[in-house]
């Protein structure tokens, strides 16, 4: 269905951050122009923030990797909560417009680009989203934390060995070059210490 409720995904992503969450999983639904949106939004906070920089630099490659990194993740945790993380009947929780809504709230992390002095603030920002999405996911499952950080430890092993076959394929097909990402990663490892 092609909604352009994008307003709705703002109250929503808003309201998750304050710990207000809806009733049912089902309520957040929206169309197929606002998921396009948000998912470009994200792959482009990704390809913006000063570690993947750092890393990948700043090609066209990079920003088509940053997108599919964020598409990647956005699906497997859905995929991933949708399969674990069911309701006492067993009835599957459609995670899927949540899962957007609560990803959503990595597209601030762009006023990193203008600011530079508020990457301190947006770390913070990132991890109470973070909580406030596994918060979430609690209220609408019903379900013991411990499932569900199970099913974030799975989410975070499947999208990372999904990540690392697509970026064989960037490099394979010559759209990145390993050897300099790996330099890149060993002098900003350097540079963290």
């Known amino acids: 269905m092609f909604r352009a409720n994008l307003y709705d995904l703002f109250n929503d992503a808003i309201h998750a951050v304050r710990l207000q969450y809806r009733p049912r999983a089902e309520m957040y639904f929206y169309g197929l122009p606002v998921f396009a949106i948000v998912m470009l939004a994200v792959g482009v906070s990704i390809a913006t923030s000063p570690a993947y920089l750092a890393i990948f630099g700043s090609s066209s490659a990079a920003l088509g990797f940053a997108i599919v990194m964020g598409i990647t993740r956005w699906l497997v945790l859905t995929r991933v909560l949708t399969s674990m993380v069911q309701r006492a009947s067993g009835e599957r929780i459609p995670f899927l417009g949540y899962t957007l809504a609560t990803e959503a709230l990595a597209i601030p992390s762009l006023l990193v680009l203008l600011f530079p002095d508020l990457l301190p603030l947006i770390s913070l920002w990132m991890v109470w ?65």
């Open 129 to 193: 989203c973070f909580w406030a999405q596994i918060a979430g996911v609690a209220v609408l499952s019903r379900q013991p934390i411990l499932r569900i950080c199970m099913a974030y430890v799975i989410y975070w092993l499947a999208s990372s060995l999904l990540l690392g076959l697509f970026m064989t394929l960037f490099v394979a097909e010559g759209w990145l070059d390993s050897a300099e990402i790996l330099k890149n990663l060993e002098t900003y490892m350097q540079q963290a210490k």
